[in-house]
């Protein structure tokens, strides 16, 4: 659970409150500022932009996914794009990089700009670096 807790608007005891109930929860807290990208997204936008960099490389999507997991993510980075979006996942990209700079460089972020433009969007469409049907997707 990311807690952001914005300069001069989020009181301390806010703050406090909310990390308590994750905590309560359950939850593994991280107490963040106010920044772009947070926690999660500093972490998951290089691992995306290089993933851009070994799709393009020809790596093979599964063998993407499957190095992540065995490596202890509970997805692949390449299944991650289609959940969340191709379109989602090319604005925090474009959003990051223009950021953050270096830190999020990897392969060439037109690739999801070529797959919006042909309605390629990820699983929301049936379509994104799998092929997605009611029973299962397609690599």
């Known amino acids: 659970l990311e807690v952001i807790k914005a300069e001069g608007i989020t009181s301390d005891d806010t703050a406090a409150a909310v990390v308590s109930v994750g905590i309560k929860q359950g939850k ?6 106010d920044r772009p990208g947070f926690y999660v997204n500093r972490s998951l936008g290089p691992m995306l932009a290089s993933c851009v ?12 996914d499957k190095a992540m997991l065995k490596y202890g993510f509970p997805v692949g980075p390449v299944s991650l794009c289609d ?21 999020m460089t990897g392969g060439d972020s037109s690739m999801f700009k070529a797959f919006m433009d042909a ?10 670096f799998y092929l997605y049907d009611k029973k299962q997707k397609k690599g």
């Open 28 to 33: 593994t807290v991280v107490p963040c500022g």
């Open 83 to 103: 959940e969340v979006g191709v379109d989602v996942a090319f604005h925090v990209q474009e959003t990051l990089q223009k950021d953050l700079g270096v830190r």
């Open 53 to 64: 960099s070994l799709v393009q490389d020809g790596v093979a999507l599964p063998d993407i």
């Open 119 to 128: 309605g390629i969007l990820g699983k929301k469409a049936g379509k994104g």
